[in-house]
């Protein structure tokens, strides 16, 4: 008779021990599971610290996806025989401010160097072309357009 109180005693021990670890484990993986995963193609974070300044001719201008915005302006600079990657602002910003670029452009850009996958390219900062400023970020190296609207 001892023997048949000690099992359900025993399973009930175990049943404790398996909730606690199994609502432990919920709880820590489930924060990581909530955060956003960032996207392969989301625009990297502006760094003061790799600021820095490129001249050259617009070979090419391109439209592309970055984050959530599919109208993001990109200028491929001829600086020699070296090809830099601009990425300047979406697209209604620029429209709403009347700037244009075109092929055979000469512009000085100052901006940040980072890594997007496995390419370098500049976050635009501050454009020079011809005797207009164009100003794209603040000092801190925050867009001056509304990251909602692209405005």
Known sequence: MLLQLEIPIL???????????????LLCVSPG??????SADSLPKYDLQTEMKTKGVIEEVNQLSVGTRK???????????????????PQPFQTEMGISFTKGDQIAVTGSKVKQE???IILAREMVRGTDT???????GNPVWDPRTGK
């Open 71 to 89: 109208d993001f302006t990109e200028l491929i600079l001829k600086n020699g025989e070296d090809k830099v990657h601009i990425y300047v602002c």
């Open 33 to 38: 599971l909530s955060q956003k995963a960032q």
């Open 134 to 140: 164009l100003m794209f970020r603040d000092g801190k």
């Open 11 to 25: 399973l009930r021990e175990v049943l404790k021990v398996l909730l606690r670890v199994s609502s432990f484990l």
């Open 118 to 120: 496995a390419v370098e």
